[in-house]
């Protein structure tokens, strides 16, 4: 297992981490996942010893039953981990039981501390924007959660890049802890990060956390056009993430004649590409079987050829769009010229 720096904090990561978002199945989150204790033991156990350090969850997951499932899971290791979590969710029936004000906030992370067995959380992360709460509540209150040790360092979820940098400036001009990494989804066949989150935190110096880097197991192999997935898959049962499968279907080639070269699976190339990008900091990986886990585990040690490289991304790459083109356009023009 590799180990890569979060963002431009003093913290490493391993370039897996593993998502509990499969653990407990609770209503909504059936169709995702339903693992019980002693499978999430299992899962758990076997990427500690494969050396992943790096274990997500968030309060929302199965109403909470995932942080529950994680923390015990976890139990005396849990010291020797990094452990992130999220809050931003409905996590019951009042007015005020979700979003990103001080309240929420506040009444959220010790809940979440609680479920999870723990007095810290390594990583806390709000679960995407809240239009009705002022970015300055938002970040005061998650500014005093660092003063105060339960919470270590801060990340952000499914922001646009607007909200992102505005949330980055706020910070700076008020001395107040900022925004340490990003989670966002971003798969070979969802590239859309490139054209403005991913400018920006290499500009701001961000970690990026991926997830549903198989697209919700529509790059696991199982999908092509002429097979849509045995019954009872995830994406048979809870389509999404969206996909443009008919381009999804086109990578899906490349990629199969690239696993066939290396005699793996297309899952694993799916990983082993954004493995290979130099902006992803970590891969969230939520298995529901040991073998599953350990595919994604092979992932790591998967090397793929510069020519490999150069076939997936011709088949990948975003169309152009303003005003990227345009800024690519006259970027020309500030090239040196050569003696």
């Known amino acids: 297992m590799n180990y890569r720096q979060l963002g431009r904090t003093g ?15 609770e209503g909504y989150w059936k169709a995702i996942g339903a693992q019980g204790q002693a499978e999430a033991d299992k899962l758990v156990g076997r990427s500690l010893d494969a050396g992943i350090n790096f274990f997500d969850t968030a309060n929302v997951y199965s109403h909470g039953i995932s942080e529950q499932m994680l923390g ?3 139990g005396a290791k849990r010291s020797s981990v990094v452990l992130a979590t999220k809050v931003r969710g409905r996590m019951g029936p009042g007015v005020n039981e979700l979003g990103l ?3 929420h906030i506040m009444d959220s992370v010790h809940a979440s501390l609680k479920r999870l067995g723990t007095d810290y959380i390594d ?6 924007y809240d239009a009705v709460t002022p970015l300055d509540e938002t970040l005061r209150a998650l500014d005093d959660l660092v003063r105060q040790g339960k919470v270590r360092y801060l990340g952000a979820s499914n922001l646009a890049a607007w909200q992102l940098m505005k949330a980055l400036g706020i910070s700076e001009h008020k001395g107040l802890a900022r925004f340490e990494s990003l989670q966002a989804y971003y798969t ?3 590239r859309d990060l490139e054209r403005e989150l991913v400018p920006l935190m290499k500009d ?3 970690g990026l956390m991926v997830w549903s880097p198989l697209a919700g197991g529509f790059l696991s192999g199982k999908y092509r056009r002429e097979q849509q997935g045995p019954q009872g898959s995830r994406r048979v049962e809870f389509d999404f993430p969206p996909v443009n499968k008919e381009r ?3 990578i899906i080639d490349v990629m199969d004649g690239v696993a066939k070269e290396h005699g793996v699976s297309v899952a694993r190339v799916a990983l082993a590409w954004l493995l290979h990008q130099s902006h992803v900091t970590t891969i969230i990986i939520g298995a529901k079987t040991e073998q599953q886990l ?8 998967l090397k793929l050829s510069p020519e490999q490289l150069a076939k997936l991304d011709a088949v990948s790459k975003l169309p152009p769009e303003y005003p990227q083109w345009m800024l690519e356009f006259q970027g020309k023009e500030r090239v040196p010229p050569t003696q």
């Open 123 to 128: 990583l806390y992360q709000i679960h995407g």
């Open 248 to 250: 999804a279907y086109d």
């Open 204 to 206: 701001q110096h961000l």
């Open 294 to 301: 350990e595919d994604n585990l092979a992932a790591t040690t």
């Open 188 to 190: 070979i066949a969802g």
């Open 101 to 103: 004000s001080r309240g």
């Open 72 to 74: 015990k899971a976890l």
């Open 11 to 25: 913290l490493f990561v391993s370039e897996l981490c593993f998502g509990a978002m499969t653990f407990g199945g």
